[in-house]
């Protein structure tokens, strides 16, 4: 039996080979003339380019041919199910894929594939990227910086992260990465997780564990405010106006869930009005941000361009994860970070 295996993205031939020395029984498909040049080191999406007639002929006999798809097509996006029928198992190279899959139908559209996400493997470079908004605002560096290029030498007094308490909405893989660094700092953490029963806070990385309904009684304690929670309706615009008010002066937010989680006219208010100290926010609700946001210019705040999850370690991880799916789906058993 062969299984034929199709991969959409781009990938380092080492680590190609390694997908397909997991088992005599895989024929491994890589074309990279027939897929997107990366952009930067693990950049799954691409450069803009047009295949020829008889490239594109050729790809799209290798999707309806593929038992097993890593990483979704971006030239086929609307159209996949139909093109890749024979697909079985699609694994996804982001975390956050459950709503796109709802919203474009692959769900009912590929009823026999199995999807699975890449959970996890972002969790070290997303917690650092926590963890380094908050010393920046606590060690006030972005005025020490604006310091250094006046030549303007002024003593000043920072603070430390021991003994702040910071609030996760979003206790996953990432947000127990987030809780678990910021305890070695001596941080009290306080989780937000949509299901906690049976949980046990300490093996979540926190001191204390919420339901979504209590957002409001914990975010009067949230000196700092990580949110790494998915969009979905209950949690689309989930930090408004009330939420930021209830958020102690000089607090930081820090968002690397979903620019929709959060109000972002009534973000600006409460840092403009110096409400919140600062922002470091990964997300937005359009993104690429527009030229015109008032983000860009805002001294309290850092703006990353979806960026802070992905590093040069990302392709090694994933093929790894893969790797463990692959041994996983030719014996028949579940699949890791099944959909």
């Keep these: ?161 021991s003994n702040k308490t910071l609030v996760v909405v979003g206790l996953g893989k990432v947000g127990q990465e987030v809780a678990r660094l910021a305890r070695q700092f001596r941080m009290k953490t306080i989780g937000v997780k949509r299901s906690i029963e049976g949980l046990d806070a300490r093996e979540l990385n926190v001191d204390q564990l919420y339901a979504p309904d209590a957002l409001h009684s914990v975010l009067p304690r949230a000196d ?24 102690p002066k000089g607090s930081v937010l820090v968002n690397i869930g979903r620019g929709a989680l959060v109000d972002e006219p009534a973000l600006i208010d409460a840092l403009e009005r110096g409400h919140l100290l600062g922002a470091g926010l990964d997300v937005f609700q359009t993104e690429p941000l527009p030229q015109d946001s008032p983000f860009w210019d805002m001294p309290n705040v850092i703006v990353s361009p979806h960026s802070a999850s992905t590093t040069d370690n990302e392709n090694r991880l994933i093929t790894e994860l893969f790797c463990e799916n692959l041994k996983l789906f030719l014996a028949a058993e579940p699949l890791i970070n099944a959909i």
């Design 1 to 161: 039996m062969t299984v034929k295996v199709l991969i959409t993205s781009y990938l380092e031939p080492e680590f190609v080979e390694q997908i397909r020395q997991v088992d005599t029984r895989l024929e491994v498909v890589y074309e990279p003339s027939l897929i997107a040049k990366p952009r930067y080191n693990a950049d799954h999406k691409g450069l803009a380019f047009t295949r020829s007639a008889a490239q594109e002929a050729r790809w799209q006999a290798l999707l309806a041919d593929a038992d097993i798809i890593f990483d979704f097509d971006q030239t086929h996006l609307d159209d996949l199910p139909e093109l890749a029928g024979n697909a079985k198992w699609l694994q996804t190279t982001s975390s956050g894929v459950a709503r796109f899959i709802e919203e474009n139908r692959y769900d009912q559209r590929m009823p026999h594939t199995v999807f699975t996400n890449a959970a996890g493997i972002h969790a070290q470079p997303l917690a650092e990227f926590c963890i380094m908004v908050m010393t920046i605002f606590n060690k006030g560096l972005l005025s020490l910086l604006e310091d250094q290029k006046r030549r303007h030498w002024e003593r000043y007094a920072g603070t430390d992260l």
């Design 224 to 247: 700092y405010l990580v949110l790494i929670a998915p969009h979905t309706d209950e949690s689309e615009n989930m930090m408004g106006e009330k939420e930021f008010a209830l958020m």
